[in-house]
């Protein structure tokens, strides 16, 4: 079946560093990707939604300056978090939506831990 | 706001037995439901979905019935196997949005 792929799937970083996690799908097109991130023992909550070409839609409460993504291909997105922070530290998922059958498959998510 | 609540994990299981994770939903209007699994090192997968009222969603044994009166999708299984230990995840959305509404996801743990 359909692959979405993040990458890294761990990350470890210093404080106030930058962290870039990518978003591929494999084997189909995406023209729209969804972030969502979630905390220990709570939903999932959607982040942003970007459409390749264009620039994201983020959620109310999301800051856009500190999470930056990019949706510069058809197969690609990425989500870039800025000047991290400890309380950035958290489970990062995306999906993708397949432009040819609508259906929408998701990553394995990318763990991410701010010293 | 529209929200979703689970039962919080994890459920252990003995292989064979029956299983229910409940879910209930907060929700304007019609939203449709969906039954989503996360096996251990992979993404979310669709597992079943149900668009309106009283329709039943099933698939690998797997059923919900999307019960307005009680705004309640309840996951169920006859007979659980190891292989289904997994976190399920129940959600909605409306219909003129792709946002969907996650609930907190339930560990399902089956021993042998």
């Known amino acids: 079946g359909a692959v979405v792929s993040q990458h890294p799937s761990r990350v470890i970083c210093k404080s106030g560093t930058s962290v870039k996690i990518e978003c591929r799908s494999l084997d189909f097109q995406a023209t729209t990707m969804f972030w969502y991130r979630q905390f220990p023992k709570q939903s999932l909550m959607l982040m942003a939604t970007?459409?390749?070409?264009?620039?994201?839609?983020?959620e109310q409460g999301v800051e856009k300056d500190k999470f930056l993504i990019n949706h510069a291909s058809l197969t690609l997105s990425t989500l870039t978090v800025t000047s991290a922070h400890p309380e950035d530290s958290s489970f990062y998922i995306c999906?993708?939506?397949?432009?040819?059958?609508?259906?929408?498959?998701f990553g394995e998510g990318s763990r991410l831990t701010v010293l | 706001g529209d929200s979703v609540t689970q039962m919080e994990g994890p459920v252990t299981l003995s292989e064979e037995a029956f299983l229910t994770i409940n879910c209930t939903y907060t929700a304007t209007g019609y939203p449709s439901l969906f039954w989503y699994v996360q096996y251990p090192g992979e993404g979310l997968q669709l597992l079943l979905k149900a668009t309106k009222a009283d329709d039943k969603g099933s698939n690998k044994g797997f059923e919900a019935t999307y019960r307005k009166e009680t705004t309640s999708f309840h996951l169920e299984k006859g007979s659980v196997q190891v292989s289904d230990s997994a976190v399920y995840f129940c959600a909605l959305k409306h219909r003129n949005t792709d946002k969907l509404i996650f609930g907190t996801g339930t560990r399902l743990q089956v021993f042998p």
């Open positions: 999906s993708a939506r397949d432009r040819s059958s609508g259906e929408l498959f």
């Open positions: 970007s459409n390749e070409g264009s620039k994201a839609t983020y």
